[in-house]
C-alpha cells in the first residue's frame, strides 16, 4: 500500500539533546513538508522540500532542520535550540495524484 | 497573507443531531478548501474538497460549499454518530503547495 510512514510514534528528548524525526513515502511524490500541531492553534508548517536536495523554511523554521537526499525521505531535526520542542509532528506528501496524503504523526515530548 | 478562521469550539451533541462547523478565510485569489479530520493519536485525513467557487465538496454524509461571496466554506452533516468524534480543521493550499489550518474544531457526539 502507498502511504507515508513516521516514526518514532512517540519520542522523548532530553534537554539539550538533538533528535530527529523519520519520514518515508513510497507515493513517488516530489513535494513533502512538516507541520507541527499544538492544542488548540491548528498545524504550522516548518519546512517543505518540492524536489530532492532543496528545501525551505515554513513559517516556524527556527530550531529545526531537515534533508532531502532522496525523494522517499525527509527527516526532521529537532535541535537544542527549540526552546518548546513538545508538540505533535506530522509528515506530509502532495501529488496530483493523491492530493495530501499524511502520516500519522510523531509525538514529542520533553523530559 | 492567508488565513483560516474556525468557530470557537468544543462542541458537544446528541447522536442524530445537525452539525455545523463554521470557516471563514482570508487569501489572494482563489485557493482551493480543504475539510481534514482527526482521529485521537492520528494523522489527518480529507474529508472533502472543492477548488472553485460554487462547488460543493461531499463525504460520509459531511458536505461543505465554497463561498467566494462570504469567503467560506462551513461543514455540516444532517445527523451525527458518535463515530464521528475527532478534530475537523479547515484549511486552503496556496503556493507551492503549502497549508494553511484553521486552529481546529473538536467534536464530541453523546449517544
Known amino acids: 500500500d502507498g502511504g507515508i510512514t513516521q516514526s518514532p510514534k512517540y519520542l522523548f528528548r532530553k534537554e539539550g539533546q538533538n533528535v530527529t524525526l523519520s519520514c518515508e513515502q513510497n507515493l513517488n511524490h516530489d513535494a513533502m513538508y512538516w507541520y507541527r500541531q499544538d492544542p488548540g492553534q491548528g498545524l504550522r508548517l516548518i519546512y517543505y522540500?518540492?524536489?530532492?536536495?532543496?528545501?525551505q523554511k515554513g513559517d516556524i523554521a527556527e530550531g529545526y532542520s531537515v534533508s532531502r537526499e532522496k525523494k522517499e525521505s525527509f527527516p526532521l531535526t529537532v535541535t537544542s535550540a527549540q526552546k518548546n520542542p513538545t508538540a505533535f509532528y506530522l509528515c506530509a506528501s502532495y501529488g496530483t495524484d493523491y492530493g495530501y496524503t499524511f502520516g500519522s504523526g510523531t509525538r514529542l515530548t520533553v523530559v | 497573507g492567508n488565513s483560516v478562521t474556525q468557530m470557537e469550539g468544543p462542541v458537544t451533541l446528541s447522536e442524530e443531531a445537525f452539525l455545523t462547523i463554521n470557516c471563514t478565510y482570508t487569501a489572494t485569489g482563489y485557493p482551493s478548501l480543504f475539510w481534514y479530520v482527526q482521529y485521537p493519536g492520528e494523522g489527518l485525513q480529507l474529508l472533502l474538497k472543492?477548488?472553485?467557487?460554487?462547488d460543493k465538496g461531499s463525504n460520509k454524509g459531511f458536505e461543505a460549499t465554497y463561498r467566494k461571496e462570504t469567503t467560506s466554506f462551513h461543514l455540516e452533516k444532517g445527523s451525527v454518530q458518535v463515530s464521528d468524534s475527532a478534530v475537523y480543521f479547515c484549511a486552503l493550499i496556496y503556493s507551492y503547495g503549502k497549508l494553511t489550518f484553521g486552529q481546529g474544531t473538536i467534536l464530541t457526539v453523546h449517544p
Open positions: 472543492a477548488t472553485k467557487a460554487d
Open positions: 522540500s518540492q524536489i530532492v536536495n532543496d528545501f
